[in-house]
């Protein structure tokens, strides 16, 4: 059984930076970040391939959000800066056997999921 653990999350101001970790068991999978507002529909963030050659990010993330993934401490990262108010959500991290490709931003594309984090951006 896969093991997701996000950490990291908080409370910023416009403009500031957080660094979300996720830490999971097991060998290395494909693996992706999604946030879900209140009121909102879950949805993908970023995506990172198991020996990080690939890497995807929505639209409202590129340029300010970085996907990283260190496979030797079990943990991938998402960097995120110039946060901005509608950032504010829950964010999970989500782990495939599978690749992806085109359907990144899918639920259904993933089997394992965390407990997610918190992240709170005030303007």
């Known amino acids: 059984q896969v093991q997701l653990v996000e950490s990291g999350g908080g409370s910023v101001q416009s403009g500031g930076s957080l660094r979300l970790s996720c830490g999971y068991s097991?060998?290395?999978?494909?693996m992706a970040w999604f946030r879900q507002a209140p009121g909102k529909e879950r949805e993908g963030v970023s995506y990172?391939?198991?020996?990080?050659?690939?890497?995807y990010y929505s639209d409202s993330v590129k340029g300010r959000f970085t996907i990283s993934r260190d496979n030797a401490k079990n943990t991938m990262y998402l960097q995120m800066n110039s946060l901005k108010p509608e950032d504010t959500a829950m964010y999970y991290c989500?782990?495939?056997?599978?690749?992806?490709?085109?359907?990144?931003?899918?639920?259904?594309?993933?089997?394992?999921w965390g407990q997610g984090t918190q992240v709170t951006v005030s303007s």
């Open positions: 989500a782990a495939s056997r599978v690749l992806a490709g085109d359907n990144w931003t899918r639920r259904s594309s993933y089997a394992y």
């Open positions: 097991g060998r290395a999978y494909h």
């Open positions: 990172i391939t198991s020996l990080a050659g690939t890497t």
